[in-house]
């Protein structure tokens, strides 16, 4: 099963660091939104993306906002999505899981961090949808 990935941060930089990392793993299909809104808009236009990557804060929409819209969407609801963002604190850890976000990643992190929050998200859903 492929997956394509929707990246999500307003930071250009780390849209690169991730999608970097998803290209070391053997991922290569994948596209970028600049906030969460950027991201809604690219999900109901595109319908192969089965996998989000989102930072925590963003203008306009945040990470948070964003999962709760996908979430709350009949369509999107079932994709996978990983937070990978600065926000350590156990706190916004638990307010990210009660949004039902997929996994959570702490900024910095490695490509082999980035695999096995992936893989663990695949295996829990029996791939994404």
Do not use: H
Request: glycine share 6%.
């Amino acid at each position: 099963m492929s997956l394509k990935f929707l990246i999500v941060d307003d930071s250009q930089t780390m849209r690169r660091i991730v999608a970097d990392s998803l290209e070391n793993l053997g991922y290569e299909d994948f596209v970028e939104a600049c906030d969460g809104k950027d991201a809604l808009i690219k999900l109901s236009a595109d319908d192969t993306i089965n996998f989000v990557i989102t930072d925590w804060n963003m203008p306009v929409l945040s990470g948070l906002e964003l999962i709760k819209a996908i979430r709350s969407d009949e369509k999107m609801g079932k994709i996978p999505v990983l937070m990978v963002t600065t926000r350590g604190v156990k706190d916004d850890i638990i307010e990210a899981l009660k949004a039902k976000v997929n996994n959570y990643v702490v900024k910095p992190f490695t490509p082999a961090i980035l695999r096995e929050k992936i893989d663990q998200i695949i295996a829990t859903n029996g791939g994404a949808n």
